[in-house]
Structures are given as structure tokens and as C-alpha cells.
């Protein structure tokens, strides 16, 4: 099947109607957050991960209009367990509950909670274990950040009386 030039812009004509812009687009809410939130200060290895990546999408917070206060919970499940009862691999299942408030006036622009989850091994020596288990909270608290970023990027800031 062939699209003409013609059938793509008819294609799109819906989406202008309904006030579709890109994210990242002129006047889009990626470039109104970019440097504007200020996430709470880390307190665990697993917190550090998720700001760290809130502050690799969203910039530095160098003039920071919102607060972004979060909290993570992961919890560690045995995932296979052998015939002898050794645990050879572990699921980490992680949430994130957050709310973004504009600083000046305290006012809860969004709040929302995400969730994800991932796992490791631990077939291999006891440092790889602990290398491995370390890596699947770091993969977590990113994904948990990544998912948050994009629930902000649905929420036009500029809304916020």
C-alpha cells in the first residue's frame, strides 16, 4: 500500500482539529518544564537513580518553578526457587507515587502513582549477585522516573491558576 503526500495531510487534519501539538514542539510542555522542576532531595541509593533521571530528561532545575515530591517503593520477591529451595532469581516490583506543586503558590498541578518492575539473578558468585541486584534497582528507579516524565509531559504547566 502506497500513501501520497495528499493522504498524509488529510490523515493529520484530525489531529489539528483536536489541538494535538508535540510534546517537544514549539509552546510544547517538554520545553515549559525543561530546568522549571525541582525534585526532593534523595535519601536512598534508589532515590538518587530516580532524580538523577528526572534531571537527565527534564535539565537541571536551575530556575525551578515546580517541586516534584515522590516516593518509591520496592519490594523484593523470590521469582524461581530450585527443588532444593535456593532462590536462583528475584523480581523487584517498584512504585512510585509523586506530586508536582507550583512552588510559589502551593497549588498540586498533578499527582498520580506509576509502576513497573524487573529482576535478576542470582545463579552466578556472590559479587555478581550483589552487582546484579544493585544494576535491577537502578534499571527500577529509572523506569519508575522515565514513567513519571511522561505523565508530567501530558499535564500543560501553563494551566495552573
Not at 541509593?45 to 516534584?68: K, T, V, W, Y
Request: hydrophobic share 40%.
Amino acid at each position: 500500500m502506497s500513501w501520497s503526500r495528499r493522504s498524509v495531510i488529510l490523515a493529520a487534519l484530525p489531529l489539528a482539529a483536536c489541538g494535538f501539538s508535540p510534546v517537544y514542539g514549539p509552546e510544547g510542555v517538554g520545553g515549559k518544564l525543561f530546568g522549571q522542576v525541582r525534585t526532593a532531595d534523595p535519601k536512598t541509593p534508589d532515590d538518587f537513580s530516580f532524580a538523577g533521571r528526572i534531571a537527565e530528561r527534564l535539565g537541571p532545575d536551575s530556575n525551578p518553578r515546580f517541586a516534584l515530591d515522590y516516593r518509591l517503593r520496592i519490594a523484593v520477591v523470590p521469582q524461581a526457587i530450585t527443588p532444593d529451595e535456593i532462590t536462583t532469581r528475584y523480581a523487584l516490583n517498584g512504585s512510585a507515587d509523586f506530586v508536582l506543586t507550583e512552588q510559589a503558590s502551593g497549588k498540586v498541578v498533578t499527582r498520580g502513582q506509576v509502576s513497573s518492575f524487573t529482576s535478576y539473578s542470582t545463579t552466578g558468585t556472590t559479587i555478581a549477585t550483589m552487582a546484579a541486584e544493585q544494576d535491577a534497582h537502578e534499571r527500577l528507579a529509572r523506569m519508575l522516573a522515565d514513567q513519571v516524565v511522561t505523565r508530567l509531559m501530558a499535564v500543560d504547566p501553563a494551566a495552573v491558576p
